[in-house]
């Protein structure tokens, strides 16, 4: 309203407008300002950011008021007395649609408490923006709007109807017939609807000449002002006296009194006559068997099993997504036109004893009526048709005749179902329900009956476009959405939300006829108990209602109780203390209670009782079978079209699927959320789990088992036959296989291209790595490793228990063995048949040459021979000085480069520089020097052996003879494979004779490359020399005949060495190579 004062007063003045009612104000407290122009404004508002209301009152008017009532920022009203009439003008501001319940039901209790304080004889005009659409039509409520509405109504629209017939009142703007444009209120974007309204009572509805929207005015810039004319009678003429009307109670609803179809004769009887008809009856019904399809008058037979039955089928179908055909036929004066001869002739048909016919022929003969009207009763006249109306053996008569009429021309239930005259027809197709509808109406008129066809009706429900309608006779049967059958009301749609408001609407109109004459309290709660409450609840145990239409019967229930006991909702009194006083439980409960007493009725019927058959009807269509087991609490549907058979089991929660074409069974599970399908054709079982994301496929033809997890990315398959464990990993590319019969697990590595095989029983772990060719054996027993590499064509094995590590060359044909326990390397090569040792701790470099049968042995101190120098064999031959020279030219060059403390040493074991340098000048003349001599050299080396060996055996204890230490040094592949398998490495160190002198007999560059802790690798190949019997190595004299027999048999003891070596080579490269093959192969 911020400024719009004026703009609204001069809007008023020029469109005439006396009184005006504004929303939304925004205007924060409640006063009365002028506007300008004349014009004065009465608003209330508790914040200036939302809300508020207001009216604006010409000036004219102003000492007109009496009284001003602000109830809250949505409601207010004021009292005005013009030339003695009172007129209460009312202004509210509904809550919009997506507000809170309880925030509109404030509303309206605070609209109710303004309504009940204004006295009944005054006039009352409401202007509100009530947020609703209160439809187009008017069906079923034409006593409190007309037509003439905007869009489809809402839950906000059907509130404001019901407060239309609960206050008595009726929505102006309805009743006048406009273009759209002088109808919508709200303008918005694209959106052009119907909110605001104006509501009278409808006693002075005649006052209202007009009411009309005004287009073009720009005050409010969403929302147009609804003006309404009005003409207050403030005056009566007197005019003559009349003749009181006659009140015509007794026809309401019956159609126009003076035609005399709407008339119905009734039989006057005495008690007596009525006790005899129950007792004939009685004997009738023991003889007599009525068809399922009628309903009324039968025993253990009512409305609600019609209702019901109808209901569900129209479920079915819409489920379905297919079309059903209902007809609803409606028979004129069914009563009155019985013929007596059809009467007499159905009865004997149905079995009744002839003495009893003759007993209700006596009844109907010499049967006359008279006519009572204002001037008095006409004479008697003789009725020879019809049945007695208002005797209680006429409903069953009735029901002898239909059944007998109907013989030939009804289906099975429950296509066609009957209470009484009220006949329904149900088809599949609409050809096939007008065949059935024209062969009823032939049948029954050719019996004497007739047809209605005012008020014969067709539905579709589920309905395409282009399907028509049903023609009687060539006349067109009138087609509806809804149709109100024994007193429920069915929609096309297989809805309940019109019967709800229909449930509403009986509640409201059978408490307004007892609110204003019963004044006890205890009174009040009988009546409501027992007239209001049931017929509120009749019907809703066959429909399955929403937890909107729930609360909107609940909300009706309490604004009855609340207005019955005199309170409102502004008294802040709970709900459960209302429901306690009044001693009414919660409508819900009830609803619920019925439904499942509803529920056991049907299951404790019979199997082709009409109630089962209607529920398992849609699937006789489709050649399904539904079997409900309420003991264990199950569903079974056959469908024979699918060969497929599903089971519901409420107790485990779990539903199952036979699918008899594929041999397949699944298994839905709501409590594991687990989905498992069992395939007889295939021997397979899959369980989908959605909790863990996984899927378990069982193979019986297999015997395997997989597990698919989509939250790790991994597979996993269990073998039962070959006892084998499969593990994909797709986070890591690696496959994982578990053997148990063989104890051994492989991994399978895709980003490193590795494989890795785990023996338990051997106690070794292999890996393959095709990136470097290598593969790898770790075995734990006797702590080796094994390492081959098929790019430098070596296979390296470190043993941490010897503490040796040999490396096996096929390119160049050596074999090298490391020992760290006697700091010795030795190379064994084919191509040259030598044997190289290499002595860290002697300081010696021994080679064997098979081939010249040559031992030749080099000492620290030994003199450097000349290269032309030849070694002369023991047969006395000259060969081998090439592979002799360049040790011993080696182990010189090394020597001079001792130092002072080397020379020290020898001149105390030998006396002098001279003789140290003559004991190690030249080997033939160091053996003819006698034994003295060489046993104290001897001696003198074995305990400087002995105290450097303790000194490296203590550094190793240290350093390399805890496993796990070993392990981690040697054991990895890739550091033995850089370390000690390294190809040029190798070919380095064993495959170059004189570089591997160099390397060997230099003592501190020996001991800086062998017993470096990165490049240890221990093993025990070694081929030790006999050994004399102080300790020293045994020196055998060239020429004699035991030293040619202890080389001889040193010779058989190399060659067999060789043999066994040969052998291994041979063996491993087979192995080697069927590891390549298996490799290659697991890698493609």
């Known amino acids: 309203m911020t400024g719009k004062g004026r703009e609204l007063a001069d809007m008023m003045e020029r469109r005439k407008v006396a009184i005006l009612c504004v929303q939304e104000t925004r205007w924060k407290g409640s006063k009365a300002i002028s506007i300008g122009a004349g014009f004065k404004l009465f608003y209330y508002a508790v914040d200036s950011k939302r809300n508020g209301v207001g009216v604006v009152l010409k000036e004219e008017f102003m000492r007109n008021v009496l009284e001003v009532k602000r109830v809250s920022d949505r409601v207010m009203s004021l009292k005005l007395e013009i030339e003695g009439v009172m007129l209460n003008v009312v202004s509210g501001y509904a809550p919009q649609v997506g507000c809170e319940l309880e925030e509109k039901e404030r509303f309206w209790s605070e609209l109710d408490e303004v309504m009940e304080s204004i006295p009944t004889g005054e006039r009352v005009v409401i202007g509100t923006d009530f947020n609703g659409h209160v439809d187009e039509g008017n069906r079923g409520d034409e006593e409190v709007m007309a037509k003439f509405g905007v869009k489809e109504r809402n839950l906000e629209g059907q509130m404001v109807v019901d407060f239309a017939k609960r206050m008595d009142m009726a929505v102006v703007n309805t009743y006048f017939q406009k273009r759209e444009e002088h109808r919508v209120t709200y303008k918005s974007g694209g959106r052009r609807t119907q909110v605001d309204y104006i509501l009278c009572r409808r006693g002075n509805l005649k006052e209202i000449s007009d009411c009309i929207v005004v287009v073009g005015e720009s005050v409010a810039r969403q929302h147009r002002m609804v003006v309404c004319r009005m003409t207050l009678m403030v005056c009566k003429t007197k005019r003559s006296k009349i003749e009181k009307k006659t009140k015509w109670w007794i026809f309401k609803n019956k159609g126009d009194v003076q035609s005399c179809s709407n008339y119905r004769g009734i039989k006057l009887m005495s008690h007596t006559m009525k006790l005899w008809e129950r007792v004939v009856e009685a004997r009738f019904r023991k003889v007599v068997e009525i068809c399922e399809q009628q309903y009324g008058f039968m025993p253990r037979k009512s409305t609600t099993d019609a209702i019901f039955s109808l209901r569900i089928l129209m479920e079915k179908y819409r489920d379905g997504q297919r079309e059903l055909h209902c007809v609803f036929v409606d028979l004129e004066k069914v009563y009155d036109r019985v013929p007596r001869e059809e009467l007499w002739y159905c009865m004997r048909k149905s079995g009744v004893a002839e003495k009893y016919v003759r007993v209700v022929q006596d009844v109907y003969e010499r049967s006359r009526t008279v006519v009572r009207c204002a001037v008095g009763q006409t004479e008697e006249f003789k009725v020879e048709v019809g049945l007695h109306q208002g005797s209680a053996l006429s409903p069953f008569l009735f029901a002898i005749v239909m059944d007998q009429l109907s013989e030939e021309v009804r289906q099975e239930s429950p296509w066609t179902m009957m209470f009484a005259d009220d006949i329904v027809i149900c088809s599949e197709s609409r050809e096939q329900v007008e065949e059935n509808l024209e062969r009823w109406r032939s049948e029954l008129e050719r019996r004497g009956m007739k047809v209605s066809r005012s008020k014969t009706e067709y539905m579709c429900v589920n309905e395409r476009e282009g399907s028509g309608t049903v023609r009687l006779q060539g006349e067109e049967v009138k087609k509806v959405q809804e149709f109100k059958y024994l007193g429920s009301t069915v929609q096309s749609n297989g809805e309940c939300g019109k019967e709800v408001k229909k449930r509403v609407q009986a509640d409201w109109n059978g408490w307004r006829k007892v609110s204003g004459v019963l004044y006890d309290m205890r009174i009040k709660k009988k009546v409501y108990r027992t007239v209001v409450r049931p017929a509120m609840l009749y019907g809703l145990e066959t429909v399955s209602l929403r937890k909107r239409q729930e609360s909107e019967l609940e909300v009706a229930e309490l604004k009855m109780l609340r207005f019955s006991l005199g309170v409102t909702r502004l008294d802040r009194i709970r709900n459960e203390y209302i429901r306690g006083t009044a001693h009414v439980g919660r409508l819900g409960d009830k609803v619920r209670e019925a439904r499942l007493r509803w529920f056991g009725h049907v299951q404790r019927r019979e199997i082709y009782n009409i109630n089962t058959i209607a529920i398992r009807v849609y699937n006789i269509t489709t050649y399904t079978t539904i079997v409900y087991n309420i003991t264990t609490y199950t569903t079974i549907f056959y469908n024979i079209n699918t060969s497929v058979i599903t089971v519901y089991n409420i107790t485990t929660y779990t539903t199952t699927v036979y699918n008899t074409t594929t041999n397949s069974t699944t298994v839905y599970n709501i409590n594991t959320s687990t989905i498992t399908v069992y395939n007889i054709t295939a021997y397979t079982t899959i369980v989908y789990n959605i909790i863990t994301n996984t899927t378990i496929f069982y193979n019986i033809n297999t015997s395997a088992i997989t597990v698919y997890n989509i939250t790790t990315y991994t597979t996993i398959v269990y073998n039962i036959t070959t006892y084998t464990t499969i593990f994909y990993n797709i986070n890591t590319s690696a496959i994982t296989v578990y053997n148990i019969t063989t104890y051994t697990t492989t991994v399978y590595n895709i980003t490193t291209y590795t494989t890795t095989v785990y023996n338990i029983t051997t106690y070794t772990t292999i890996v393959y790595k095709i990136t470097t060719n290598t593969t790898t054996v770790y075995n734990i027993k006797p702590f080796t490793t094994i390492v ?283 192995r080697l190579a069927l590891a390549s093959s298996h490799r290659n192969h697991i890698a493609y």
């Open 788 to 1070: 081959y590499n098929l790019t430098t064509n070596t296979i390296t094995v470190c043993n941490i228990t010897t503490y040796t590590t040999t490396v096996y060359n096929i390119t160049t044909y050596t074999t090298t063995v490391y020992n760290i326990t006697i700091y010795t390397t030795i190379v064994y090569n084919i191509n040259t048949s030598t044997i190289t040792v290499y002595n860290i701790t002697a300081y010696t470099t021994t080679v064997y040459n098979i081939h010249h049968n040559r031992l030749q042995r080099a000492a620290p101190d030994a003199p450097n021979p000349s290269p032309s120098q030849k070694v002369r064999s023991s047969d006395g031959s000259w060969g081998g000085a090439r592979n002799v020279e360049r040790p011993v030219g080696g182990a010189r060059s090394r020597a001079r480069h001792l130092g002072g403390e080397r020379e020290a040493k020898a001149r105390r074991v030998g006396g002098s520089e001279d003789q140290g340098e003559a004991s190690g000048g030249n080997e033939d003349q160091g053996k003819a020097r006698g034994g003295s001599e060489k046993q104290e050299r001897n001696k003198w080396g074995e305990q400087r052996t002995r105290r450097q060996g303790q000194r490296v055996r203590r550094d190793v204890h240290n350093r390399a003879e805890a496993p796990n230490d070993v392990h981690s040094r040697a054991a990895e592949p890739s550091d033995v494979h850089s370390r000690a398998a390294g190809p040029s490495d190798v070919h380095r160190r064993a495959a170059a004779p004189s570089d591997v002198h160099r390397r060997a007999l230099a003592p501190s560059d020996v001991h800086r490359r062998t017993t470096a802790p990165g490049r240890r690798c221990p093993s025990r190949w070694g081929l030790e020399l006999p050994k004399g019997r102080e300790g020293g190595s045994k020196v055998l004299p060239e020429h004699s005949s035991a030293g040619n027999r202890m080389r001889e048999r040193d010779l058989q003891s190399v060659c067999a060495w060789l043999l066994l070596l040969t052998l291994a080579l041979l063996s491993l490269w087979g």
